[in-house]
């Protein structure tokens, strides 16, 4: 049964909402617009407002419904990370797309929903206030994984209301996922430092508009 949950959650975590989104109502493959990244912040850049928000829930919910799967089929002794990891994997390198997928933001956040509410809320108010300095997304993406990474180790003694204990496989696999995230956004970080990365258009330091 544990096998089956596992697959089924890397099969969530594949579901290529931008692509299909794109596909089914915009007649786009926004694989071959942009940046060519199948993720929120491309789609927000090809297909416009609506379709970003829309591919940004359901990549979210993909992490969320993935590390929830223990608990609904009651599977018990098995941490429900473990199934968030699999969708993390599975929208990274989704079998329904070629194996070419998105960033692993937005599905890690979904996890973070499912595990620990209170923190998800507190990661999400970070990448809020990160972006509003920035205006980038991918540096505040990046930004935001390693604070993220040290709040897993500082929360439960500075502000236990928000992470009561000390969990080191969620610290272990944020460390992960954050040096995944930085895999994935090398050609961004060459941007950032040429000074051509997009910039979202709000903040300090939005993108003009022309």
């Not at 599975?90 to 070419?100: D, L, Q, V, Y």
């Not at 809020?128 to 439960?156: E, G, H, Q």
């Not at 995944?180 to 090398?186: P, Q, S």
Request: proline residues 4%; positive net charge; aromatic residues 12%.
């Amino acid at each position: 049964m544990k096998i089956i949950l596992f697959l089924i959650a890397y099969l969530l975590g594949s579901i290529p909402s931008g692509v299909w989104i794109g596909k089914l109502f915009f007649k786009k493959d926004i694989r071959q617009f942009g940046s060519g990244n199948t993720g929120t912040t491309n789609t927000f850049r090809v297909l416009g407002k609506k379709a970003g928000i829309i591919v940004l829930l359901m990549d979210i919910l993909k992490g969320t419904l993935a590390t929830s799967l223990p608990m609904i089929f009651q599977i018990p002794n098995i941490n429900p990370l473990w199934f968030g990891v699999c969708a993390i994997l599975g929208h990274t390198f989704p079998i329904f797309a070629g194996f070419k997928g998105g960033k692993a933001v937005a599905t890690s956040a979904g996890m973070l929903l499912a595990y620990q509410p209170l923190f998800f809320i507190y990661s999400t108010i970070l990448f809020i206030i990160l972006l509003f300095i920035t205006s980038m997304v991918s540096l505040s993406s990046m930004i935001a994984a390693v604070l993220i990474t040290l709040s897993t180790i500082l929360l439960p003694y500075v502000a236990p209301v928000i992470l009561s204990k000390q969990d080191w496989l969620l610290t272990i696999i944020a460390i992960c996922v954050t040096i995944f995230i930085f895999y994935r956004h090398k050609e961004n970080i060459s941007r950032i430092k040429d000074g051509t990365e997009s910039r979202v258009p709000f903040g300090l330091n939005k993108q003009d508009k022309k």
